[in-house]
Nanobody
Framework: QPQLVESGGGLAQPVGSLSLSCAASGVTLDYYAIGWVRQAPAGERVGVSCISTRSITEYTASAKGRVTISRDNAKNTVYLQMNSLKPEDTAVYYC????????????????WGQGTQVTVSS
């Protein structure tokens, strides 16, 4: 089963940028859909973006136009480029995966990383 490790989080200023990475081990990602899910303090986990095994991408409305998800199967890594950051982007960001060989993203994930903290503040 895949093990997922997020990196790239930290402190950023509003309108700044961050790049998050999700490195997988234990399995190749070719047949896995990968999502980025975030959880604000005392909040529920909500999906930010997802990329399918066929590289179809989906974005939540609040993130669309500011973030880009991509995958590099050769490196077994998925990325989330975040631009024009806002304070409301502050959250723990989780990488999640599920085996789902479809054109589109799944409705749930079976495997989760430990998360990386993103803080947007001036």
């Amino acid at each position: 089963q895949p093990q997922l490790v997020e990196s790239g989080g930290g402190l950023a200023q509003p309108v700044g940028s961050l790049s998050l990475s999700c490195a997988a081990s234990g399995v190749t990602l070719d047949y896995y859909a990968i999502g980025w899910v975030r959880q604000a303090p005392a909040g529920e986990r909500v999906g930010v973006s997802c990329i399918s095994t066929r590289s179809i991408t989906e974005y939540t409305a609040s993130a669309k136009g500011r973030v880009t998800i991509s995958r590099d199967n050769a490196k077994n890594t998925v990325y989330l480029q975040m631009n024009s950051l806002k304070p409301e982007d502050t959250a723990v960001y989780y990488c999640a995966a599920t085996r789902y060989n479809s054109l589109y993203c799944p409705s749930r994930y079976d495997y989760w990383g430990q998360g990386t903290q993103v803080t947007v503040s001036s």
